[in-house]
């Protein structure tokens, strides 16, 4: 379940590409049913940040969906951890790391915690010893 959270980030992206906020704004919008509409503020909202650094709104904290937030950490480890043209992937643990320097900044702490519980649970990283 969670690897296929992970690979989801190109498919995200596309859909921002596809679906941008001008999408609101035009003849298209009338014609996606409400759950479209929520999956769309779901994807258009998970660059924000909780503190309002995101993009394409800058909105801040409980402004910002929950599952928004969600897939904001999903890709976020998703793009670290991934290979790129430019450098290779980060190991997960440094990727869980740099989630954890900037929870209550960028990303919910909770919704971090749950993240890094659900990395152990499938594997992709080891508990930390105590």
Known sequence: MLKKLLTTGPLLML???????????SPVAGNLTS??????????????????????YGIREEEILPEAKI??????FDAMTSDRPYRKGLPPEVA??????????????????????ALIADGVLRPEEK
């Open 35 to 56: 759950d479209q509409q929520e999956a769309l503020k779901i994807i258009l909202q998970h660059h924000e940040r909780l503190d309002g650094s995101g993009y394409p």
């Open 71 to 76: 897939i904001g950490i999903a890709d976020t």
């Open 96 to 117: 869980m790391d740099e989630l954890k320097r900037l929870s209550g900044i960028h990303y919910d702490g909770e919704l971090v915690q749950l993240f890094e519980q």
């Open 15 to 25: 859909a921002m590409f596809l679906f941008s906020s001008a999408v609101f704004a």
